[in-house]
């Protein structure tokens, strides 16, 4: 193979390399839902929503993110986070292995986020 064409093959390597990575991180932009700290009512209207997709859609794991803001305890965030997964479980009758919980870390802001997947698919990086 010439010098040319690998030069060429290589770029061509690196701008479909960078092309998924962009279309990756513009897709986590694309969530389910996202709300921040809300009204429990609000919340449950949220909720209610995903739990109705899921049940529609029973080979989907339901994951739950959520980002602590700051200033806000993150025990108290999480408390939050497992009411709604229990919320979730409770009222819908979805087995708790369907609804999975991820920390996101710390953020300008509390929010949550709720993202569906199949079960073949790795979990959402939030």
Not at 41 to 69: C, M, Q, S
């Amino acid at each position: 193979m010439s010098r040319t064409k690998i030069i060429v093959f290589c770029l061509c390597f690196a701008c479909l390399n960078l092309h998924a990575q962009s279309f990756y991180a513009l897709a986590q932009l694309n969530w389910f839902d996202a709300y921040t700290k809300v009204s429990l009512d609000e919340e449950k209207a949220h909720l209610d929503n995903f739990a109705y997709y899921l049940r529609k859609n029973p080979n989907w794991t339901g994951y739950i993110g959520y980002f602590v803001g700051n200033g806000e305890k993150g025990k108290k965030i999480k408390q939050r986070v497992l009411k709604a997964k229990k919320y979730l479980v409770s009222e819908y009758n979805l087995p708790e292995s369907r609804i999975v919980i991820i920390y996101g870390g710390k953020s300008a802001e509390t929010k949550f986020i709720l993202q569906p997947k199949l079960y073949s698919e790795l979990p959402p990086k939030f």
